[in-house]
């Protein structure tokens, strides 16, 4: 994802504004990082350059 | 099953290129119809390979969000583009990610009916269009199509089976203006000749041309006030 | 020449059911697409021989008002239906004889462009619509279909070529919402062989494939917020 | 034309409600008549069950 997604990206539950935090990244893509949630907290992963946003109960991955 | 479990099975198995290959022959004309602008904004939901954003980010310029509630779907449909102007995420229909008023337009093709809650997706559409933008919202899951009716068989996610009425009462209900509503034919699925049949999926040549030449795409259209 | 005094000739001389043919292959189409609901009313701008408005009464049930600025055309359309759901009147596109808020969606086909002032046309439609209304206008005259460039010359009444972004802009400056716009192809209209071109119209048979197979007719769908 | 036309049809020039004269009429439509406005006092000719709701200088009969 490129950086100028955080405008319009917000946190799926209570739709706030969400923090950036970098693990790795390109000249123009960030690839892994995480996307926290400036009000309730909640952390979102960013892997191979794709931010999940699904709510965190659909996330986990569930038993076969 | 979830979404995520289901949709990933389907993007490791290829599944989605031949989603694309059939959908598009309707999504095309779909397409076609929005009225969008080069800088717009435009969320795919459901992107599945991506291929209407990527036609949408080609033909007009318009930077694209894909959505899609399956991590493989959207690794997937990163891996088939190199457009600095299109995004994919994983997210949830009825939890879009989004601030109000983001999009100029939304598209959608074969996977509004997943939503847990249809209400509450158009609720979140109606959220993150701008006033004036449109969701174009297409589906081949829909009540005058006999001939979808039992594909909830081999799917294990939820499908939302609505009549065209239901349809447009429920984007109403969620604060769209309806502008547009019709079935979008299939004219290039091939139809074998008369002996081939019964084949799998019809009984008769007839049941087939009708799925196709007449049903094809329920095509309904939304626009913010 | 007047708009009453060219087209209650072209009335006289029964070219309103000649233009209900040919107007039919793609106008349906845009019909087709109308959200009309039984008990609405709908009004058919410059209804000519009456054939869209009297698809859309049989179709759906709703009240149709044809309005054209020719006593001949609204008397030959008058006398082509029995439908007491119907009313034809005379009267301008740029001095709507209806109230604010009457209409619930309009239709226009190969009509819009005569308007004297397109602009002050778009003001009435939008004044007569209630919210949520659409306007569905098609047109065959329009700036990216080069063949349509010398009908001027041979009607007597001035007619604006906008081009696709000229309708959306003043669409839009007139406060409607741009839901839909594309153009309809026309696939009946029979394309000779080969070697009968040149015709009177036609220089080559790429140049009248393109004209009905391509660029067909332009629909800009409004939407009033 | 229907009575019921009235709810809807308004002088072409300044909007305002029209009034009906009856010349003559079946059951269900007024076949001649007039519509008078309200407010500006235009008249508007009903023919053969068609009103012209023309702007005045739009109706006259133009010179050949
Ligand atoms: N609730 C939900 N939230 C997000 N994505 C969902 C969803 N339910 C289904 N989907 C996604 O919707 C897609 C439906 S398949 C259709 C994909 C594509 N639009 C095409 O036309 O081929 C799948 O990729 C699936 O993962
Ligand atoms: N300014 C104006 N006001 C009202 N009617 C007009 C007009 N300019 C043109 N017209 C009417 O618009 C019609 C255009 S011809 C198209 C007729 C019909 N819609 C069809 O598709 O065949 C004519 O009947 C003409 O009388």
């Not at chain 2, 959505?67 to 995420?89: C, H, K, Q």
């Amino acid at each position: 994802m490129k950086e100028s997604l955080m405008e319009i990206v917000r946190c799926p539950m209570d739709k706030q504004e969400l923090e950036l935090e970098v693990i790795q990244r390109t000249d123009d893509e960030v690839l892994e990082g995480r996307l926290v949630c400036s009000e309730c907290g909640e952390e979102y992963p960013i892997e191979e350059g794709i931010p999940n946003l699904l709510p965190p109960d659909m996330r986990e991955d569930a038993p076969a | 099953m979830t979404v995520r479990e289901e949709f990933d099975a389907w993007a490791t198995e290829g599944r989605d290129r031949g989603m694309e290959d059939r959908h598009w022959h309707t999504a095309k004309h779909a397409l076609a119809r929005m009225p969008v602008e080069a800088g717009d904004r435009v969320l795919d939901l459901g992107t599945g390979s991506g291929y209407a954003g990527r036609a949408i980010n080609d033909t007009t310029g318009a930077l694209v969000c894909g959505l899609d509630g399956s991590p493989e779907m959207a690794r997937n449909a990163r891996s088939y583009t190199d457009s600095d102007s299109i995004e994919f995420l994983v997210g949830d229909f009825d939890h879009l990610p989004f601030a109000d008023d983001t999009f100029d337009h939304a598209f959608s093709m074969e996977a509004f009916y997943y939503a847990a809650d249809p209400h509450e997706a158009l609720a979140e559409l109606r959220r993150t269009l701008r006033p004036g933008g449109t969701f174009y919202c297409a589906v081949n899951y829909y009540e005058e199509n006999v001939h979808s009716h039992d594909w909830q068989d081999s799917i294990s996610v939820e499908m939302t089976r609505w009549d065209m009425d239901e349809y447009r009462d429920a984007f109403r209900a969620a604060g769209f203006h309806v502008a547009a509503q019709d079935t979008i034919p299939d004219r290039e699925t091939e139809i074998p000749a008369e002996s081939e049949f019964p084949t799998d999926e019809f009984a008769t040549r007839e049941a087939m041309v009708e799925r196709y030449r007449t049903f094809g795409t329920l095509l309904t259209v939304g626009v913010v006030p």
